[in-house]
């Protein structure tokens, strides 16, 4: 079974046992990427300027959530499945073998395709699925 972060739920990923916990956890998440994101930083040979925080939106954890378990259906067809018709910008991260998202995270910022996606300020907007290992991170602009 696929999770999607956020409104799904996290329970097991981190432990969550419970609603309130499973809330905290989505928290952490964004809080961990948003951090990042406050932050001015070198993705590869670029050098980024910190980026606005992310807001988690449910639709697009479910469209990623999607991707996750079926990595061959397109990201498109994966957003328009949740429901999301109108976007300016689209962008997903994926990574497969990690078993936490801050391996995952730390993956994505090691790349420096995914950084400067993850650093990008036009995006505002994110959701976050998993499946087994692979982590798909996707992030919009309205």
């Given at each position: 079974?696929?999770?999607a972060l956020?409104p799904?739920g996290?329970?097991?990923?981190?432990?969550?046992?419970?609603l309130?916990?499973?809330?905290?956890a989505?928290?952490?998440?964004?809080?961990?990427v948003?951090?990042?994101?406050a932050?001015?930083?070198s993705c590869?040979?670029a050098?980024m300027?910190?980026?606005g925080?992310?807001?988690?939106?449910?639709r697009?954890?479910?469209?990623?959530?999607?991707?996750?378990?079926?990595?061959?259906?397109?990201?498109?067809?994966?957003v328009?499945?949740?429901g999301?018709?109108?976007?300016?910008a689209?962008?997903?991260?994926?990574?497969?073998?990690?078993?936490?998202f801050?391996?995952?995270?730390d993956?994505?910022l090691a790349d420096?395709?995914?950084?400067?996606?993850?650093m990008?300020?036009?995006?505002?907007?994110?959701?976050?699925?998993?499946?087994?290992?692979?982590?798909?991170?996707?992030?919009?602009?309205?």
């Amino acid at each position: 079974m696929f999770r999607a972060l956020y409104p799904l739920g996290l329970l097991g990923l981190l432990g969550a046992c419970d609603l309130r916990s499973e809330r905290s956890a989505e928290q952490h998440l964004f809080d961990r990427v948003n951090r990042v994101r406050a932050q001015a930083r070198s993705c590869g040979s670029a050098t980024m300027d910190k980026a606005g925080p992310l807001r988690m939106d449910p639709r697009l954890a479910q469209a990623a959530a999607l991707r996750a378990a079926e990595p061959q259906r397109t990201v498109t067809a994966a957003v328009r499945e949740s429901g999301l018709e109108k976007f300016d910008a689209l962008s997903e991260s994926q990574v497969r073998g990690s078993k936490t998202f801050d391996t995952a995270l730390d993956a994505w910022l090691a790349d420096q395709a995914h950084c400067l996606n993850l650093m990008n300020d036009r995006f505002v907007r994110a959701g976050v699925g998993r499946h087994h290992d692979r982590w798909v991170l996707l992030m919009m602009a309205p």
